[in-house]
């Protein structure tokens, strides 16, 4: 992994992207713009730190679709909620 990659995850706002990268490989692969991208979309969908979403649930970046993504877990927190 470049470590202007890591720097530029750490300027989007992630505390540990070396963490992050280690336990989902397959952030390395992406551009920036498109990390910079579902952050945006997250926020756009009403989500109030995408950040902390992404750290807690890296995978959602890899989701072909953000729309998608938000709505699975917007229903896994729903669930969560009634239980």
Do not use: Q, W
Request: glycine residues 8%; charged residues 20%; hydrophobic residues 40%.
């Amino acid at each position: 992994m470049r470590s202007d990659k890591i720097a530029h995850l750490h300027e989007l706002g992630f505390a540990d992207p070396v963490k992050m990268v280690t336990s989902f490989p397959e952030i390395g692969g992406l551009a920036i713009d498109n990390v910079r991208r579902k952050i945006a979309d997250l926020r756009d969908l009403g989500f109030a730190d995408p950040v902390k979403m992404i750290t807690s649930f890296p995978p959602i970046l890899g989701s072909a679709s953000t729309t998608s993504a938000a709505g699975s877990l917007t229903c896994m927190s729903s669930a969560s909620e009634t239980h």
